[in-house]
């Protein structure tokens, strides 16, 4: 019995290894090689964005036993319909109670996230979920900073420099890791 332990956790070693790269990769890319990276004073929000990946990830996991048993719709619907009730105080206290009150700028943000192909993208979520191990699911959410640069290049014009590249690098061999083993 203790051997098939043994291989067991041997067994999901690169995939471990794999989750860490990617997030190192993630670390890489967004504080683009520069150690004054974790003493700017940007820090505590670009570690709420690394930390996101995570509760992402637990997100996944705990979603994964709750996507086996409903639908990939109505697990996406309870999603959203939670999501909004949770955010609703926050909105109320940033100003809500008066939408006429409410800056262009973020009237275009509120029809963007009212997207069909935010509900599209949650729905292919929870079905990949529903058919797959949530390690390997969840690995994906590291791939967003690198295309995110890659858009912020061609958009923004921003310079994508060797430590983007590198990271993106370390980030896909960890998503292949991953989804590999």
Known sequence: DNLNTSSTVLYHYPK??????????????????NIEFFTNRTFIGDMLMIFDGFLWAVYTVLGKKIAQELHPETLTAYAFLFGSILLTPFALYEGLANPLSLSTVTLISILYLLNPMFVFAYVMWYTA?????????????????????????????????????????????GVYLTERY
Request: proline share 2%; hydrophobic share 60%; charged share 10%.
């Open 16 to 33: 471990i290894f794999g989750v860490i790269l990617s997030f190192i990769g993630v670390i890489i890319i967004v504080s683009r090689g």
């Open 129 to 173: 979920l529903s058919k797959m191990e949530a390690t390997k699911v969840a690995v994906y959410i590291y791939v967003i900073p690198l295309f995110t640069a890659v858009m912020a290049y061609f958009v923004l014009k921003e310079i994508v420099d060797i430590y983007t590249a590198i990271g993106g690098f370390v980030t896909i061999v």
